[in-house]
Nanobody, 121 residues
């Protein structure tokens, strides 16, 4: 069974970078047909997809965030990370990591519990 855990600083200053890591257990991030993504939910708003890194290392980003967002992975640690630069208070949100397995018409989702990140001086 796959489990995900977010970690990183809870408070970030404006203009700095949000850096979060998702540690995956119970499965390998390189397993075929898995995608690993980052989402966020600002207060009072809906869930927003930020980007994804696939099992082969390919990356995909939300166009509105692409210029500031980078997703990478460390396969030796079974981790993938989010880096979002030039942040403002509008980036305050609960950030989630997610695993998704797809085969034919079937899917399986695995979510981290989320971590609060506040952008404030």
């Amino acid at each position: 069974q796959v489990q995900l855990q977010e970690s990183g600083p809870e408070l970030v200053k404006p203009s700095q970078t949000i850096s979060l890591t998702c540690t995956v257990s119970g499965g390998s991030i390189t397993t075929r047909n898995y995608d690993w993504g980052w989402f966020r939910r600002p207060p009072g708003k809906g869930l927003e997809w930020m980007g994804t890194i696939a099992y082969d290392g390919s990356t995909y980003y939300n166009e509105s965030l692409k210029s500031r967002t980078s997703i990478s992975r460390d396969t030796s640690k079974n981790q993938f990370s989010l880096h979002m630069s030039s942040v403002t208070p509008e980036d305050t949100a609960v950030y989630y990591c997610k695993g998704l397995y797809r085969e034919y018409g079937r899917t399986k989702e695995y979510w981290g519990q989320g971590t609060q990140v506040t952008v404030s001086s």
